[in-house]
Nanobody, 122 residues
Framework: EVQLVESGGGLVQPGGNLRLSCAAT????????MAWFRQAPGKGREEVAR??????ASTEADSVRGRFTISRDKNILYLQMVSLKPEDTARYYC?????????????????WGKGTQVTVSS
């Protein structure tokens, strides 16, 4: 069974940085993909970034591109966040699944962590 445990959230001032981590255990293999999502109070869940485990190809959402970077080291997924803004305040979730290939690719998530809270406020 796949288990995902996020860490690294917290309170940070606008303009600050944080790095989130997600430790993955269980049957993750090179055919899988992983992703970071976030959900702010009263809003829907938004995919922030995703990565293919076979070659580390990745993509970030337009709202965070240039500020957030997804990466991994073996079975730990990271989200480096710089120049944080108050609108980045949300609960951040790690997810894993299988890629779906269309005009581009998406990560069809099957497993989720419980999330870590990120609050950007002065």
């Amino acid at each position: 069974e796949v288990q995902l445990v996020e860490s690294g959230g917290g309170l940070v001032q606008p303009g600050g940085n944080l790095r989130l981590s997600c430790a993955a255990t269980g049957l993750i293999d090179r055919r899988d993909c992983m992703a970071w999502f976030r959900q702010a109070p009263g809003k829907g869940r938004e995919e922030v970034a995703r990565i293919l485990l076979r070659d580390d190809a990745s993509t970030e959402a337009d709202s965070v591109r240039g500020r957030f970077t997804i990466s991994r080291d073996k079975n730990i997924l990271y989200l480096q966040m710089v120049s944080l803004k108050p609108e980045d305040t949300a609960r951040y979730y790690c997810a894993a699944g299988r890629p779906y290939y269309g005009l581009t690719w998406s990560c069809e998530t099957e497993h989720w962590g419980k999330g870590t809270q990120v609050t950007v406020s002065s």
